[in-house]
């Protein structure tokens, strides 16, 4: 395994559409262990392969075991993610992006998804995911589509790099009437 570079969204790679990965190989496997690697390095949740210049259809997630979600603890790689389903319901949350640093914003998702994909035997996998969790494949998928996070902000915020995370807290603390236990919804 070794750390990739990541892109930042001043490159033109991240604005277009990811390509479809025919056949799990050993080098998507190989990817695929890279970006779980750039991802924990870097401190994130989820990463697309066009964020380490690969424009494939392959994202990891990673959800922290210490949150209070259902879904703390979950890791996942997928190839050729997509939304087979989704909420009409809308949830409203703090975002921020590893190819945007220094920037959140308050981006309204779908609450329910269903996401179809392949996984790394390249078996046909079914994602049903809420919350946190259905949040970040979202915004992993939009990835592969061109699309970064603050195009779909309702708005959208500089904070200092390293100070994220305090950021978000009092985002979501400030949505939820002082509630902090929203933390990164």
Not at 11 to 26: A, D, F, Y
Not at 64 to 70: H, S
Not at 157 to 179: K, L, M
Request: net charge negative; with cysteine.
């Amino acid at each position: 395994m070794s750390v990739r570079q990541i892109v930042f969204s001043d490159q033109p790679i991240l604005r277009e559409p990811s390509h479809k990965v025919r056949q799990v190989t050993p080098d998507i496997e190989r990817l695929v262990d890279d970006m779980f690697e750039t991802m924990d390095v870097a401190r994130g949740v989820g990463l697309a392969a066009v964020q380490v210049g690969v424009p494939l259809r392959v994202i990891v997630v990673g959800v922290p075991e210490d949150m209070d979600d259902p879904d703390a603890g979950a890791t996942l790689a997928l190839v050729n993610p997509e939304v087979a389903r989704a909420s009409d319901e809308m949830e409203d949350g703090v975002e921020g992006c590893l190819s945007v640093p220094g920037f959140l914003g308050d981006v309204p998702r779908h609450a329910y998804v269903t996401v179809k994909a392949l996984d790394m035997r390249g078996k046909k996998v079914r994602v049903r995911a809420e919350g946190y969790l259905a949040r970040v494949l979202q915004h992993e998928i939009d990835h592969l589509d061109g699309v970064l996070f603050i195009d779909r902000a309702s708005a959208t915020w500089q904070v200092t790099e390293g100070e994220e995370e305090a950021a978000e807290v009092e985002a979501a603390s400030r949505r939820n009437g002082g509630a902090v236990d929203a933390l990164l919804e």
